[in-house]
């Protein structure tokens, strides 16, 4: 029977909400290419590689550009948004996030994080959370990007747990289906109508009991 022996949590909008500098980044590309970006067209990014982001933004756009532009244009919004990332402190931490992870600690629960992101570990010391996560998975890592289960079944590995015994936090759907497509519980973070596929759906980690994600495992 399976039991919750780790969990592994997305970075992007769970740990930290950087959405808003992946938002004014690509923003900022889109204007630049003549067009506007708006939010609800950003949530189609949430979860998603940065060339699958800037293939989505060209096709809103109705653009073609050639493999070798593609590639400047995603360096430059990767730039602006890494410049937007360095104003980041401790304090940028969603509340309740480090409660939730010392009642995993308490508990020998491991903690890893499985990101899409090639900017996971620069973030985490930014925000002093490195030493948090026994293991990062982050996009320098994965050949396959959500929804393909990769990034948590590697995670789920390092950690030298069953995937059955893993417990995903994710604000995507894409990366709700990778926790699905791997075997594990899915625990959903923001709005219960979009991550409908989740196996539980929370608002924030603010009074979040360990109690309530074991009981997912009853």
Known sequence: MSQLKACLFDLDGVVVDTAQFHYAAWKSL???????????QNEQLKGVSRMESLDIILEIGNVKLDEGTKQRMAAEKNQHYLELCQQMTPEDVLPGVRDFMDQLVAASIKIGLGS????ARLIL???NMLDRFATIVDG???TKGKPDPETF????????????DC???????AGIQAAKN?????????DPAVLAGSNLVITGFEDLSLATIQYLFE
């Open 153 to 164: 079944l590697l995670g789920a590995q390092d950690l030298g747990v069953e995937p059955t």
């Open 140 to 142: 320098t890592r994965i």
């Open 30 to 40: 889109a204007n630049q290419l003549g067009f506007d970006l708006t939010p609800e």
């Open 167 to 173: 417990v995903v936090f994710e604000d995507a759907v």
């Open 116 to 119: 899409a992101s090639k900017n």
């Open 125 to 127: 010391a930014h925000i």
């Open 182 to 190: 791997g075997g594990m519980v899915a625990v959903g973070v923001g």
